[in-house]
């Protein structure tokens, strides 16, 4: 069992920036796992964000790139996701994925864009 915990969210207006953070308790399950960002807007089903395998290759939704970086510590446990230029349609809650021969999901963390 693994046990991923997220934190970064809140409030932005449109433009700004967030940095969102997901601790995994497992140094090495995550060392060899796919990690990846996911979010859910009210209404809608969960979508992928963003993903990094365990050397680092990454993966991106067509409507984050350019504006979104995900990156891993595999020495904190840890990957991130920095969200610049935010936009109203960037507001759902975020969850982190770890994916190795299981597949876990964090609690999730809101991210509101809005003036």
């Known amino acids: 069992q693994v046990r991923l915990v997220e934190s970064g969210g809140g409030l932005v207006q449109p433009g700004g920036a967030l940095r969102l953070s997901c601790a995994a308790s497992?140094?090495?399950?995550?060392?060899?796992?796919?990690m990846g960002w996911y979010r859910q807007a009210p209404g809608k089903e969960r979508e992928l964000v963003a993903s990094i395998t365990s050397n680092a290759n990454t993966n991106y939704a067509d409507s984050v790139k350019g504006r979104f970086t995900i990156s891993r510590d595999n020495a904190k446990n840890t990957v991130y996701l920095q969200m610049n230029s935010l936009k109203p349609e960037d507001t759902a809650v975020y969850y982190c994925?770890?994916?190795?021969?299981?597949?876990?999901w964090g609690q999730g963390t809101q991210v509101t864009v809005s003036s």
């Open positions: 994925n770890l994916k190795r021969t299981s597949s876990y």
């Open positions: 497992s140094r090495s399950i995550f060392s060899t796992a796919v």
